[in-house]
Structure formats: C-alpha cells, structure tokens
C-alpha cells in the first residue's frame, strides 16, 4: 500500500504502473503534473474530499538542502510521533527549502465499483448548497465536482457532447454495487430536494473515465471557447459552510462583467476555481481580470477562507499572505526559511512577501 518514485513521474504514468496491482495513487491535478511539483504546490484535486491533499498522502520524503545535506524526513511508518513533522515542512514549500529526490507514497485500493451521478440546478447556489447538504449526509462521495452553465457550454462546444447548460453538479459514489447504489439514491433525494433535475447515471467503465476526463481538460475547453485570450484562474477555498455564499456572490460579480468568466470547484472541500478569459494584449481586460480575481480573494478571506486552496503561492499571491496568516505567521516563515537556506538560492522571490523581516 505504498510506493517509492522519485520525483519525475507524473501521477497518470504512476497510476498507469499501479493499476495491474489492484492499487492507485488519488491526487489529480492537473494532466502533466509531477509528483515533485504535486509535493511543491501541496496539490490536491477532485478525489481530496475523500482521501485528503498531497498533505496526507506522503508517507516520507527525501530532500537535498541548500547546504548540500541529504535528509529523509520520516520512516516508512504509516504514522510516527517522532519529532517536528519534517515531511510537512516540505510540502508546500515549493521549492523554496529543498529539493525533493525521493518521495514514499500512500496508496488506495481501486474501488469495487463506483457510479458517476449528475444533476442539473436552477441556480448555482442550489448547487453548492446540495455539495454542502450531501457533505453533511455522511455519505463517502469521492468527488463531487460543481460546474457553472458557461462551463458545461465550453465542455459542449470543445468535446462535441451535448449537456444541458445548466448548474451542474458530478458525484462520484464508491464501494460494493449495494453500496454506491444506496449512496446514489441519497444524493438523488438530496438534489429533489434543492430542485434537482435530469439525474443521471453512468457505470461503464468507458462512460466515466469520458466524464472526468473532459472535467479534467476543462480549462482547455475554456481556451477552445475564446481561442486569443488567456485564461487567468482563481484558487480560492472557504469553509464548506460558506461555500454557497462567496460562489454566489462572485457568480454575480462575474456575471457582471464583460470578460467570459467560468465557474469550476472541487464543492465538496469548498474549493472554487473561476477561469477568467482576457485578451493580453488589451491592457483593461487584463485589470479587469486581476480585478475580478481579487474581489474572490477577498471575500473568501472575509469567510476565513485562504487564497489558494491547491495551486500554491508563486509570486502571484504573496500580497495576500499577510492577510489570511497574519505578521507573526510569516515571520516564522522567514525564520524556517533563514535557517535552511542563508544565502535564498532555493527559488528565491517565491512563497514569503519580500518585505517581511526577521
Ligand atoms: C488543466 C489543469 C488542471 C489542474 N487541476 C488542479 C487540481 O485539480 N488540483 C491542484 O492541486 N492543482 C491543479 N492544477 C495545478 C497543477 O497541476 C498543480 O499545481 C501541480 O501540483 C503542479 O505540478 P507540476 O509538476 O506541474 O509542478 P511545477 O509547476 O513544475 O512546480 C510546482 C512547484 O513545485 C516546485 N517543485 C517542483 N519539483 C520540485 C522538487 N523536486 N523539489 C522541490 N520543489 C519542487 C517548483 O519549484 C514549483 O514551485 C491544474 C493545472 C491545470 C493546467
């Protein structure tokens, strides 16, 4: 139930590798990522609201150190109380405190069976609050996935299908065939009663790897959608509770707008991406994009939430930092980061705001 790699592989090679085994490994980001930059970012994906982040799922790591010192941070045990928790100080560092060789991985059986149900809403919010309500039945979803009517549309137009361009709302229910079908029918109930409608199923195999792949390429469907623009996308993460408040109000926002704006999110976690489309070389699409991303990241901050729930910090979010964790916070940071690395040669810029001092 745990692998070794080194930091390389991509996590759809991996899970290629692992499936004559009966096991795979549950993060999927986005379709080229790494398991060196999945450490990095702390990435997550759709399957976190049921197996947790790249945070839970790394068992051990091996790093070099600016001062050239190799160090595993942890055994190969599958829980350790022995010292500080190494193995977290490295994930999520993006790059920033070492560089990752060697990485041991927690794996998950393959299910028995799982069923992808989807439901169409009136309104997003009816959405979001069957997210919350599914959440709070108790039952194992191990996705549940939101899509806007502007999103189902560019999955339409870029994979010729022909889904009602509504609030949409994918679950995937896993287990024994008994299982996956009683946990179905409490989402479909759940749904009728938050005005649900068109519940569908689908159990082949073929059917729903379609499915979440062209949820996964949503982005791409996006750029198909307005091929000379760029899309700009917004990672913001709230407490499930306050989910169906930030994404209905920055669906109004975003539907305000001039710029094509649409709304993807990992429901079940409380995560909400919005890809905003603007044309570069138009200097007011462009502030009206960072304006747009802004505006979400304040509200998610107002709600307790943080600015990036999976895609990290860069250099893009450092002004926000200070904000969502407060002075203290951060120099504690720059004190970890003095520490391990004097001279800043591992990825300088990155992750902690310039101005914060020791
Ligand atoms: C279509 C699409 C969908 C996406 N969906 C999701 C999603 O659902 N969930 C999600 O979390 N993200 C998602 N992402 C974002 C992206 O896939 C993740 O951030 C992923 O973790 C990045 O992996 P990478 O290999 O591309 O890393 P990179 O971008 O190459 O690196 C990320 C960071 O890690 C550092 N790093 C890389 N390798 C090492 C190493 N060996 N040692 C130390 N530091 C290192 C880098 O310096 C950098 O700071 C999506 C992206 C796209 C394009």
């Not at 009663?193 to 390429?217: M, P, Q, T, Y």
């Not at 729930?309 to 969502?324: A, D, F, I, N, R």
Request: hydrophobic share 40%; charged share 25%.
């Amino acid at each position: 139930m745990d692998v070794v790699v080194e930091p390389g592989i991509g996590w759809m090679e991996l899970n290629e590798y692992l499936a004559p085994y009966g096991l795979f490994f549950p993060l999927d980001p986005g379709p080229g990522a790494t398991i060196g930059g999945m450490c990095g970012t702390r990435c997550s994906g759709s399957l976190a609201v049921r197996y947790g982040t790249m945070r839970d799922n790394v068992i051990n790591l091996k790093a070099v150190l600016a001062d050239g010192e190799v160090v595993k941070t942890a055994s190969r045990a599958r829980k350790s109380a022995a010292g500080y928790d190494l193995t977290r100080l490295m994930i999520g560092s993006e790059g920033t405190l070492g560089v990752i060789t060697e990485v041991t991985l927690r794996l998950q059986k393959i299910p028995e069976h799982s069923i992808v149900a989807m439901c169409n809403f009136p309104t997003i919010k009816d959405a979001a609050d069957v997210a919350i309500a599914a959440m709070l039945s108790g039952i194992q979803v191990s996705r549940v996935e939101l899509l806007d009517e502007v999103q189902v549309k560019a999955i339409n137009l870029a994979n010729g299908k022909d889904l009602p361009e509504f609030p949409t709302l994918m679950f995937e229910l896993i287990g024994t065939e008994a299982y996956t079908r009683e946990q179905t029918h409490i989402v479909q109930k759940i749904a009728s009663e938050h005005n649900g409608s068109d519940f569908v199923f689908a159990e082949d195999k073929e059917a729903k790897k379609e499915l979440w792949k062209i949820r996964k390429e949503a982005l791409y469907a996006c750029l198909a959608m307005a091929p000379n623009c760029e899309a700009m996308t917004t990672d913001v993460c709230v407490p499930l509770s306050h989910l169906a408040e930030l994404i209905s109000k920055s669906k109004q926002e975003l539907d305000a707008s001039p710029l094509l704006c649409t709304v993807i999110a990992h429901a079940g976690d409380g995560n909400f991406h919005t890809v905003i489309l603007f044309n570069p070389e138009d200097e007011g699409q462009r502030k009206e994009a960072e304006r747009l991303n802004n505006f979400m990241v304040h509200a998610a901050l107002s709600m307790e939430g943080t600015c990036t729930g999976e895609h990290g910090v860069g250099t893009g979010k450092l002004k926000y930092l200070e904000k969502e964790l407060g002075t203290a916070n951060l120099r504690t940071m720059r004190k970890i980061k003095a520490a391990l690395d004097p001279n800043g040669i591992m990825n300088p810029g990155k992750l902690i705001p310039p101005h914060v001092c020791l």
